[in-house]
Antibody, heavy 121, light 108 residues
């Protein structure tokens, strides 16, 4: 059974940093692309970033480019999202999801439960 | 950026009725459109990928159709557990991967 468990969310001041983690199990982690999707309170889904399973190619939404970094540690079966220079508009529940293919931008067939990031002074 | 427009914003129906949800893309996305269901307090769940393929474990009452710019998600006979928010997502012209704004399916 595929399991994805996010952690690392919390309250952070504007301009601060946070690193989210997503522990994966139940599948061969290195064989699949992974993604982060966020959802601001009461709003819809917004794609944040993708990382491919094969060549670790990385891709970002313009709203986070240059501030967020996606990475993966295959030895730990863990996906990360390093978030710097956080803004109030980054406040959201952040979901990690497994994609159904090795290259990026396949449909997300398994999702974690999400972790809440609140950016406020 | 491909903009996905979902309609209607809210759909009010009764259990047993047929639901038809629409997703229109601002440019051709071929068949690369997916549908997700999200219930309050839960993560999204993949229903349909590549416009018309049901994901693993999804009941046959859910079906998808369309290609190019116009897509439809149909629920043939609504069950109580189907009342939720539905999102379409395209992965044809990316980055960015984009989502529609969602359709809320509520009990009438």
């Amino acid at each position: 059974e595929v399991q994805l468990v996010e952690s690392g969310g919390g309250l952070v001041q504007p301009g601060g940093s946070l690193r989210l983690s997503c522990a994966a199990s139940g599948f061969t982690f290195s064989n699949y692309a992974m993604t982060w999707v966020r959802q601001a309170p009461g709003k819809g889904l917004e794609w944040v970033s993708d990382i491919s399973g094969s060549d670790d190619g990385t891709y970002y939404a313009d709203s986070v480019k240059g501030r967020f970094t996606i990475s993966r540690d295959t030895s730990k079966n863990t996906l990360y999202l390093q978030m710097n220079s956080l803004r109030a508009e980054d406040t959201a529940v952040y979901y990690c999801a497994k994609e159904s293919g090795e290259v990026a931008a396949y449909p997300s067939d398994n999702w974690g439960q999400g972790t809440l990031v609140t950016v406020s002074s | 950026e491909v903009v996905l427009t979902q309609s209607p914003a809210t759909l009010s129906l009764s259990p047993g009725e047929r639901a038809t949800l629409s997703c229109r893309a601002s440019e051709n996305v071929n068949k690369y459109l997916a549908w997700y269901q999200q219930k309050p307090g839960q993560a999204p769940r993949l229903l349909i990928y590549d416009a018309s393929n049901r994901a693993t474990g999804i009941p046959a009452r859910f079906s998808g159709s369309g290609s190019g710019t116009d897509f439809t998600l149909t629920i043939s006979s609504l069950e109580p557990e189907d009342f939720a928010v539905y999102y379409c997502q395209q992965r044809s012209n990316w980055p960015p991967i984009t989502f529609g704004q969602g359709t809320r399916l509520e009990i009438k």
